[in-house]
């Protein structure tokens, strides 16, 4: 962004002496850094830092946050991301000191509060998957599907089942599915998509054998549909001997209306950074919680959070309290799988977004979230192809093919978004719809919003008919337009380099 609109990098403010405040001499005794700090570790010269009064740096971060897009600035329809708003009551209650001070290292009976608010949003997310137990440890989603693909390898193996070496994918899966399989050491089978966006339970059929550990699966899928053969497929997998896999890292549409556990899964990840009330997109914290049913929860990794009776005698009598503590005493566990306990700050936000919620609360998210995208879907889909004709649950997938015969992408159209100061959805995924364009709505948009939307992707329709090179060079009124991406990619430049162009830096190089 060096030089763009006038807006230099930080390194590029300020004069010599200029700073915030001055604090006054030390008047007490003290040692020296020189003395503090061995010779090896002091630097020879100062570090060529910018010197900036207050304000240079109030406003330089003031304006660069203006610069973002995000939920608390306008429509973010975001497809498979759930870029819901996040009660800030859930902030406030996570910036407790109480919580946000503790140490992981403090002893037990100091954090009984603490556990007992693990333990409990185990218990709640264990209803809300229809699941025996569960660990809050993983920090993705990703990293939940890594987690439960070692507890399916784990369960497997201590039947003399570690020959089965094959996980079943849809075409249709988000990217992080194969890719956590992969990781697990496990051969990728895919599975094709019916003609109603389903997995194609004959091609199902003719891909499960001995050598399946299990099937990854969405439900619903990436395209936002129900897998209505879900209890077929559950019986396939099952008796080939394999489990099933749960990617639930949106399950804005199920809350408190069906179960994974209830349709046959056996391990099932939840975002809480996507569907619980956690801030995300800028690349963490997160927390990628898995439930698991009855014989998987010896595997599960330590600690588990658990709860025991302890009597106490206050005041002399005798009585007995709930005492939460750290279980490491799992012979058959898979071990760690994440420093300390995981996030805990994100299971805060959740626990009080699920709590201040309430059942009834989280059911008519569901249906807020499945009624907003339906909405949507059938006020958009005389302008833009809809590839899967079929009620949607909390998102749906149009096709820019027609706009594409005229010369304008799914690219263009998301473009041209970010001119009316919305989000793009997601583009080009899930990958079996051509020019896909994935919209969530998410349940907190009001309807006026929502017809505003509705307005605007008629006119880029309208606008791919009458003006095409129009679109193909949007957008026009952001800070940047359309950047080289591959470049960005490929050649990152994310460090200060002397004042030199960043874009030409990448290229040199
Ligand atoms: C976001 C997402 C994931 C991965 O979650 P991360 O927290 O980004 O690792 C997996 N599956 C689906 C369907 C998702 O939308």
Sequence with gaps: MAGQKNFPLLMELGAPGRRAYLLPELDVPNRSLEELIPDQYLRSEPAPLPELSELEVVRHFTNLSRRNHGIDVGFYPLGSCTMKYNPKVNEDLA??????????????????????????????????????????????????????????????????????????????????????????????????????????????????????????????????????????????????????????????????????????????????????????????????????????????????????????????????????YLDYDRPLSIGKIKGFYGNFLVMVRAYAYILSMGPEGLKQVSEDAVLAANYLMAKLKSAYELPYDRICKHEFVLSAKRQKANGVTARDIAKRLLDYDMHAPTVYFPLIVEEALMIEPTETETKAALDEFIDVMLAIAREAEE?????????????????????????????????KDMEAKARDE
């Design 95 to 324: 910036s407790y000191p109480g919580f946000a001070s503790l140490h992981p290292y403090q002893p037990e009976a100091t954090v009984q509060g603490a556990l007992q608010l693990m333990y409990e949003l185990e218990e709640y997310l264990c209803e809300i998957a229809g699941l025996e137990r569960a660990t809050l440890a993983p920090a993705a989603g990703a990293h939940g599907e890594l987690t439960g693909l070692m507890l399916i390898k784990a369960y497997h193996e201590s039947r003399g089942e570690g020959h089965r070496d094959e996980i079943i994918i849809p075409d249709s899966a988000h990217g992080t599915n194969p890719a956590s399989a992969a990781m697990c050491g496990y051969k990728v089978v895919e599975v094709a998509s019916s003609e109603r966006g389903s997995v194609c339970v004959d091609a199902l059929r003719k891909v499960v054998g001995p050598k399946t550990a299990g099937l990854m699966l969405t439900n619903p899928n990436t395209l936002g549909l129900f897998e209505e053969d879900i209890l077929t497929i559950s019986e396939i997998v099952h008796g080939a001997g394999g489990l099933l896999y749960f990617d639930g890292a949106n399950a804005n549409a199920i809350l408190g209306k069906c179960r994974p556990g209830d349709m046959g899964f056996d391990v099932v990840h939840f975002n809480l950074h996507k569907t619980f009330s956690t801030p995300h997109g800028g690349g963490g914290p997160g927390s990628g919680p898995i439930a698991v049913r009855e014989d998987l929860v010896p595997f599960l990794p330590v600690p588990v959070v658990e709860k025991r009776q302890k009597s106490v005698d206050l005041a002399g009598t005798g009585q007995n309290i709930d005492e939460f």
């Design 467 to 499: 003006s095409p090179e129009k679109l193909q060079k949007a957008p026009y009124h952001t800070v940047v337009g359309r950047l080289d991406e591959t470049l960005a990619a490929r050649h990152p430049v994310v460090r200060w380099q002397g004042g």
